[in-house]
């Protein structure tokens, strides 16, 4: 049986994922505003976890707030656990493609059609490694922030 504070902190866990979930529905829905604040309730419970970072970045990046969809990519890949290096490399193509100016089609292609990189593993793998992100000193976290 579990404790309220593991009953807490599943909940709060479960609650993080569905707003993710919303927040990429919204997405896909063009309705960015929503997604964005979508997914700043997921970062609101969980301040240490990347994916929320990632998916505002490509909700601003839809919206073509550059500025904001930067910001949010450079806290993703710093947030983002060093033992899980293909993540950093999809958060690290995502920013290349930012910086660049192309399309978020290209991504969603590339990830799509790459069953060992598709979306559903980045959720899956972003959901796995949770409480790893969140219990890795910040200290040891990767430093790849880049300046313009």
Known sequence: MLDNDEHGS?????KHQLLLGL???KRKQNELDAAISAASQAI??????????????RCYKDKGLQEDAQRNIEEAL???PISSLELIRIIL???????????EQSLSESLSSRSDLGLSKLQSASTDTMDQVS???SDSRLNLSVRL
Request: aromatic fraction near 12%.
């Open 23 to 25: 927040a990429k529905c």
């Open 93 to 103: 193509r995502f920013k290349e493609e930012l910086l660049s100016g192309t399309t």
């Open 78 to 80: 710093r947030l983002a």
């Open 44 to 57: 609101e419970l969980s301040p240490n976890g990347f994916d929320g970072y990632f998916m505002r970045a």
């Open 10 to 14: 599943n909940f709060q866990h479960l």
């Open 135 to 137: 219990s890795i000193p």
